[in-house]
């Protein structure tokens, strides 16, 4: 074999090595891509209990477009949380309604809802579950509705995300320890690291690299808090715990098997799937216990 033959093996083995995009070339890729959409309208077309939930939807929709913005009030406890919460709703239930309905009245809201919460001082970042949450529904929005937001919306959210979240984790990675939201063994650890993944995702186009970087930690530290699924300990503070854990590990998974393939390796983690089964128990435990 020639010495440029080799080269190019050499050069090519390199480009596959780090050229390697680890994200959907196009929006939206989080959660609902483009690919699935044509499957759901058909399913809520077909399927009487899928029409009832999109129904269900549209009503919650046209309620939240009439709805007031929340001011950036911190609680009796201090923070955001609950703030950041009602936006993973609204903006959720806005950006999907305008994907399923296609009506301007549910991205008009969501555009104000988008720039709203982007002009917040900041997202809590003590209290770094209020980031999360709160970065969870801005990327939600900013990834399904990427085709129709304005310009100056899309600049808005990729500087909020960029700035709040994104480099907040890469920070934490590099010097947190390992008592940090990004690596302790609550729930704290798969929620933000959920809501950094997305964010990451999301715009994973303009900071590829980025991007990488908080898929390879985010799969390399969730295994802290995980490991007490596999150990049956899930429940050291109940099943509303358990339930906030599972919901955003759940968010988490199916980013990542779109996007990545899976390769951080948690869907493999012992136990995992049992844990249907499991919360229908606990659930049941704690309403006999009334």
Known sequence: MGRCTVVVFMLLFVCNMYGQQRFLSNHPRLLFTGAEEAAV????QNNRLAGELAEFLKAKADTL?????KPYLKDKYGNILWTSRSYVNRLGTLALAYRLYGERKYLDAANEALLWVCNYPDWDPPHYLDTAEMA???????DWLYDALPTSTKDLVKKCLYERAIVRVLRE????SLGSWA???????VVCNTGMVLAALGIAEDYPKEAAVILDNAAKYMPNCL??????????????????????????LKAVADNDNGKGGIAQLPR?????ALSKTDTYSVRSSF
Not at 272 to 276: F, Q
């Open 136 to 142: 969870t529904a801005v990327a939600i929005a900013y």
């Open 227 to 252: 490991k007490h699924f596999a150990r049956m300990a899930y429940a050291m503070r109940g099943p509303a715990y358990w339930g906030y854990t599972t919901s955003y590990l759940t968010l988490y």
């Open 173 to 176: 990675y590099e010097k947190g």
């Open 65 to 69: 477009v009439i709805t007031a913005q």
């Open 272 to 276: 995992l799937g049992a844990h249907g």
């Open 41 to 44: 309208k058909q399913l809520i």
């Open 183 to 189: 690596k302790r063994e609550t729930n704290w650890n």
